[in-house]
């Protein structure tokens, strides 16, 4: 069962598991969202130990992680880092993750991470003014880096600070992603890495979106738009949950066999007070999506996504694309009122699949089984991400741009 569990990541070239299952990672945290999210994700990735220190942790992620990994051992001590001697708390871990917004924190685990030659892998959101975003840094001793106040939070004590939940799940790939480069002795970014958008206003209405493709991509936008408050979703995929999905499809952990979309839309629903539908179909040319105001695009596929985009040009609609592999994701939006290039034209989706066998089409996209591609959770939490924020900015005015990320370039995006 766990290698079949993981086996779309244990296909990557140079992955190493083992490093992976040995380690243990020790985890500062908030009253927030971001330590929870990053130990499910950490469980789902294969880190079977954890230990955090954080007033609380959401249950219902935790009770994800130990469910996605029979092995996942989670420690968990309830209160703030805030004197040198809780060090001791992370006694014998290989890296120590930083993901809460208060000073003292910051500061004494740097000092740790110098003094005991601890990697110190710093995540968290912000607000600043008129300015919401994140930061991602990786200290090593002898990085002693000059701009090293970038990532100390201003509020020197535990405090009330700005969190989101969208923004948490970009972070929390991005850090996992750290992680598993240190843990298997590989690159770390050597630059900040950073994303900043203008703060955004709570829309007052309620727009009524299609999310086409139920894997991977299609749980984090989901997640990410139940966060953001929206309520009129509709998740279509034909697809059953396979052994090999739930090294990241984090809420089908006890569904194999059972149809995507359908466990999806309940499990939201039952997560959020949701009210989302399923529709357990392909999306082809005859999809009806006139009662949309936008799709997001999370379909595997060039053919499903040539037609997303005719359909969405043709109607009008807001179409956010989003596309990953094992180390890299993109994202690109057709705002019908700025009468742009489409994704499958931006793409050059039509030259692929004039040269693909129209005969293989409905079993490629029958089961992952007949797809196996290497997948990992980070660049489906990061695409997904980016993908529900670049809908949030189109709704609040902003102009968002395409967004191509890449793991083993330094900025990242």
Known sequence: MRTSRLDRQLRIEGWNQPALEKAKVGVVGDDDLLASLYVMSASALGINHVVVLAPVLNPILVEIAR???LRFT????EGFYTHPVMAELFKGCNIIVDLSHYGLANKLLLETGFQKNIPIIRGFCYQNHDAQGFRVFSYLRGREWQELEQIISACHLPNGHFDDGVLDTIITGIVLEETKNLLMGQDVSDDLISYTRKQLNTPNDQPKILVVGSGAL???VGLGLAYSK????TFMD????EVTNLNRQVLFYDAIGSNKAEILSERLNSLFNMDNKAQIAYFDKATDITSYDAVFDCVDNFESRLALSEKC????????SGGTSADAGQIVI?????NGATPAELLGLYDIVEKRNPETYQRERAACLYRPDPSVIMTNQITAGFMVDSYRMLLDGQKPGNIFY???NNTRF
């Open 67 to 69: 469910k996605l990994n």
């Open 313 to 320: 040009k043709e109607q009008g609609k807001i179409l956010i």
């Open 334 to 338: 057709f705002d019908p009122m700025k």
């Open 218 to 220: 299609g749980i984090f």
């Open 238 to 241: 034909p697809d059953v949950i």
């Open 230 to 233: 929206f309520q009129n979703i």
């Open 74 to 77: 989670l420690t968990h001590v």
């Open 406 to 408: 890449d793991s083993t």
